[in-house]
């Protein structure tokens, strides 16, 4: 039980590294391009497997809004 303990020391939490989530409105919108632009892209080829295809416009769809977010709070 001692080795256990050891384990979860209160000082042990390691390094926080901070992580932005979100994106720049120049980001979004090279996302965005590069999304369009690629041909072979899910989002394009309606080839592509219906749930991998439906995945990546649901993806562009919230690049959009957070690209029309950005713009409503400038």
Do not use: C, W
């Not at 996302?31 to 899910?42: N, T």
């Amino acid at each position: 039980l001692a080795r256990i303990g050891e384990q979860f020391s209160e000082n042990k939490i390691g390094d926080f590294k901070y992580q932005r989530h979100s994106m720049t409105p120049e980001e979004l919108e090279s996302e965005i391009s590069s999304i369009r632009s690629d041909m072979s892209h899910p989002y394009n080829n309606e080839k592509s497997p219906i749930g991998e295809r439906n995945k990546a416009i649901d993806y562009v769809n919230t690049l959009l809004a957070a690209k029309a977010r950005t713009k409503i709070s400038l």
